[in-house]
């Protein structure tokens, strides 16, 4: 089922000076010189479209920089006079809103530890109602596709049509090398159920550090995102928040001039008849899968049966050690990764258990059925 969105495309409300679009900027704004600096050198760069900075930060623990507050929309007022770029502000709460409209930002964007918050997130939308501002949507911290469309959704609600999401990864317990686990997979099912919603990646957060930047963004890219947000800080070294994943302004032009943008089709004809071929093949091969994978669910049903006429559990757990070791190495062999093949047979195995269980119930929910009836 795709989302029923209202929304107008992303060149009607911001347009990359080139590709691909960057929205850049420092986490927060510190001082109304450190803002104004970096705003300039950011434009000079000929790359950043729009100028990013926090105002009201919502810090995991008190105590921590929780931003510099209102004074900070009168900061971003100068650098978009000095610099022509549009601004972009995070807000948490309704007044953050009114004062965030009234003091002429274009674009704002609703931080990830809002998005979990459906109470927050109405009490933005509420807000927004009559506005004709941009809004772009965080996913929530923890992975949960729900409650990002949810957000989205109450948002355009309010009557929002120009709207755009962000992905900035999502907390994970497992300590990994990244500071949010990207979870591609989220941001593509996404799209796959709002084709027209603009996706922007926030590689600076998923990352947490500078050294990955370069390596999210290409991945985004390929991915065909719409467009990137990067922190960028004139010194990032004395940064107030997230000092390690922020960028120098030149340090920002020289990973947007390395990546390569690639495009989502082409009128080559030679590439496109290669790409029909290939195309074919897979799903040819796509076709052989579910195939097997019906024969073999048949068999995991005839071996439900007999287990069931012959009072034998379902699941042993040695049969289930030996398929799993045996595959796994099988596909090593063969070039497939441990992890793909393990939650491949996961998948499958589970269908199987799925199966026999219901083959193994059958009389129970049989003899449910009949008590129902008869006291109907
Ligand atoms: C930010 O953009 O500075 C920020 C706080 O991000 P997030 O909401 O993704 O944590
Ligand atoms: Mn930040």
Same mark, same amino acid.
């Given at each position: 089922?795709?989302?029923?969105?209202?929304?107008?495309?992303?060149?009607?409300?911001?347009?990359?000076?080139?590709?691909?679009?960057?929205?850049?900027?420092?986490?927060?704004?510190?001082?109304?010189?450190?803002?104004?600096?970096?705003?300039?050198?950011?434009?000079?760069?000929?790359?950043?479209?729009?100028? &990013?900075?926090?105002?009201?930060?919502?810090?995991?623990?008190?105590?921590?920089?929780?931003?510099?507050?209102?004074?900070?929309?009168?900061?971003?007022?100068?650098?978009?006079?000095?610099?022509?770029?549009?601004?972009?502000?995070?807000?948490?709460?309704?007044?953050?809103?009114?004062?965030?409209?009234?003091?002429?930002?274009?674009?704002?964007?609703?931080?990830?530890?809002?998005?979990?918050?459906?109470?927050?997130?109405?009490?933005?939308? !509420? @807000?927004?109602?009559?506005?004709?501002?941009?809004?772009?949507?965080?996913?929530?911290?923890?992975?949960?596709?729900?409650?990002?469309?949810? @957000?989205?959704?109450?948002?355009?609600?309010?009557?929002?049509?120009?709207?755009?999401?962000?992905?900035?990864?999502?907390? *994970?317990?497992?300590?990994?090398?990244?500071?949010?686990?990207?979870?591609?997979?989220?941001?593509?099912?996404?799209?796959?159920?709002?084709?027209?919603?603009?996706?922007?990646?926030?590689?600076?957060?998923?990352?947490?550090?500078?050294?990955?930047?370069?390596?999210? *963004?290409?991945?985004?890219?390929?991915? !065909?995102?719409?467009?990137?947000?990067?922190?960028?800080?004139?010194?990032? *070294?004395? @940064?107030?928040?997230?000092?390690?994943?922020?960028?120098?302004?030149?340090?920002?032009?020289?990973?947007?001039? &390395?990546?390569?943008?690639?495009?989502?089709?082409?009128?080559?004809?030679?590439?496109? !008849?290669?790409?029909?071929?290939?195309?074919?093949?897979?799903?040819?091969? %796509? %076709?052989?899968?579910?195939?097997?994978?019906?024969?073999?669910?048949?068999?995991?049903?005839?071996?439900?049966?007999?287990?069931?006429?012959?009072?034998?559990?379902?699941?042993?757990?040695? &049969?289930?050690?030996?398929?799993?070791?045996? &595959?796994?190495?099988?596909?090593?062999? +063969?070039?497939?990764?441990?992890?793909?093949?393990?939650?491949?047979?996961? +998948?499958?195995?589970?269908? *199987?258990?799925?199966?026999?269980?219901?083959?193994?119930?059958? !009389?129970?929910?049989?003899?449910?059925?009949?008590?129902?009836?008869?006291?109907?």
């Amino acid at each position: 089922m795709k989302l029923d969105l209202n929304i107008q495309p992303l060149n009607s409300w911001i347009k990359a000076t080139k590709e691909p679009l960057l929205i850049a900027g420092p986490c927060s704004a510190e001082t109304e010189d450190q803002l104004v600096a970096t705003a300039h050198l950011l434009a000079n760069t000929g790359r950043v479209t729009a100028l &990013r900075a926090g105002i009201w930060k919502p810090r995991t623990r008190p105590g921590e920089f929780e931003g510099i507050g209102s004074i900070g929309l009168e900061w971003l007022k100068r650098a978009k006079a000095e610099t022509g770029l549009p601004t972009t502000v995070e807000v948490a709460t309704g007044k953050h809103v009114e004062e965030a409209l009234k003091a002429g930002v274009d674009i704002l964007w609703v931080g990830a530890r809002s998005t979990v918050n459906p109470f927050t997130v109405q009490e933005i939308a !509420d @807000a927004l109602k009559g506005a004709d501002v941009p809004v772009m949507v965080k996913n929530p911290v923890n992975p949960d596709l729900s409650l990002w469309i949810g @957000a989205l959704e109450r948002i355009n609600n309010a009557g929002i049509t120009k709207l755009a999401a962000i992905h900035r990864g999502f907390s *994970s317990y497992e300590k990994t090398a990244f500071r949010n686990e990207p979870m591609w997979d989220i941001a593509i099912h996404l799209k796959t159920l709002a084709p027209n919603l603009p996706i922007i990646c926030d590689p600076s957060h998923i990352s947490g550090n500078r050294e990955l930047i370069g390596y999210v *963004s290409q991945k985004a890219l390929d991915l !065909d995102m719409q467009g990137l947000m990067i922190e960028s800080h004139i010194d990032p *070294s004395v @940064a107030w928040t997230d000092a390690k994943q922020q960028v120098t302004p030149s340090a920002l032009a020289d990973i947007i001039d &390395r990546l390569t943008l690639r495009k989502p089709d082409t009128r080559d004809a030679e590439v496109n !008849d290669k790409l029909t071929e290939l195309r074919n093949n897979i799903d040819k091969i %796509d %076709d052989l899968i579910i195939q097997k994978m019906a024969e073999r669910m048949k068999i995991a049903e005839q071996i439900g049966n007999y287990k069931k006429d012959n009072n034998i559990t379902i699941l042993q757990v040695n &049969r289930w050690d030996e398929i799993l070791n045996k &595959r796994v190495n099988y596909g090593k062999a +063969l070039n497939l990764h441990p992890d793909f093949t393990e939650k491949l047979l996961e +998948l499958i195995h589970g269908e *199987s258990i799925r199966k026999q269980t219901e083959i193994m119930n059958q !009389d129970i929910a049989g003899a449910a059925e009949d008590k129902v009836t008869t006291h109907a």
